[in-house]
């Protein structure tokens, strides 16, 4: 076995037993924070569905919720999540008389994959496929970590779709490139693919093993989903979309992008750092920076009422405060 390999798996195996001591002492404390996404759900009765079959057979599954004549925003989710990862924030959206778009992108969710391997570019032309089937006007496109990928995708390789179709970009816990350099890189991605790592996700340890994804003040429904949506997608699928995430690198475009942009990130994400969420506001032209205090990467679940007036305020005025 590979020196790297040795390395990781004691690194697991450590990271496992701390896990479940930090689990064990915190669960309590996890179980009394109040959840800001309690009690807001979408109705499933009042969703339109939809289907987007793309040129190489994979099929995205969708809904669209909300008044036909309400403003357009466009939710795309995060890695190992699905378009749920956004309901709490879309109910809000919703609330305030916006027409919301949800989709699972390729191999998440309800969606399939396709017989290649996933790339960033490709989940950017899964969205202009669900743009176009939508018939979006206007919209505000809005991304959670790859979702922003997928949304700097479309922004900097199609800025003809931006053009038609696209009013403003909100950006969340997200990166234009650079994932690859983190600290660790090579581990991380063999923890993602080892089923080692999984058993260890789905034990006792899982919720202090995903306790990173969150910032100070931790709950234990937003654990548990983060945990339930890692292990809902097979190993080798997450590695592929990792391998993919930490491939890309969109940066050189980033100055062409024309559209007001909000870029937000919490203070203590430490998968998309706020040093990257500060390199996209400081390339896209009048980019606006949010760092939200306290907070970690599941935004959409942590901060889903500031999240919802960023998007409302990117629908007046694209994005100004």
Not at 191 to 218: D, K, N, Q, Y
């Amino acid at each position: 076995m590979k020196r790297t390999s040795v390395l990781a798996l004691a690194a697991t195996a450590a990271v496992g037993a701390a896990g479940l001591a930090a689990g064990v002492v915190a669960g309590r404390r996890w179980r009394a924070a109040e959840d800001p996404c309690e009690g807001h759900v979408l109705d499933p009765e009042r969703a339109e569905t939809f289907k987007v079959e793309r040129p190489d057979g994979a099929v995205l599954d969708g809904v669209v919720v909300g008044p036909d004549s309400g403003p357009l925003v466009v939710l795309s989710h995060c890695w190992t999540g699905s378009r749920v990862t956004w309901e709490a924030v879309a109910a809000r959206l919703v609330a305030e008389g916006a027409r919301v778009v949800l989709y699972d992108q390729r191999g998440h969710g309800a969606s399939t994959a396709g017989p290649e391997a996933p790339a960033v570019e490709r989940l950017g032309e899964d969205l202009v496929a669900v743009l176009e089937t939508v018939d979006a006007r206007d919209a505000v496109l809005v991304g959670h970590s790859m979702g922003g990928m997928a949304v700097l995708a479309v922004a900097v390789g199609r800025p003809d779709v931006v053009a038609e179709r696209v009013r403003a970009l909100v950006l969340v816990g997200t990166a234009a490139g650079g994932v690859a350099a983190f600290p660790f890189g090579g581990p991380t991605r063999f923890a993602t693919g080892s089923p080692i790592v999984e058993r260890l996700v789905a034990g006792p340890a899982g919720l202090a093993l995903v306790r990173g994804g969150v910032g100070r003040a931790p709950r234990r429904a937003h654990l548990v989903a983060t945990r339930d949506a890692f292990l809902s997608l097979p190993s080798d699928v997450r590695l592929q979309f990792l391998t993919a995430l930490q491939a890309m690198d969109l940066r050189a475009g980033l100055a062409s992008i024309t559209v007001p942009t909000t870029v937000v990130v919490g203070s203590r994400d430490i998968l998309t750092p706020p040093r990257l969420a500060r390199a996209i506001a400081s390339a896209v032209p009048d980019a606006r920076l949010v760092v939200v205090p306290g907070a970690g990467h599941m935004l959409p679940y942590e901060e889903p009422d500031q999240l919802a007036e960023l998007i409302l305020s990117a629908i007046r005025n694209g994005g100004a405060p």
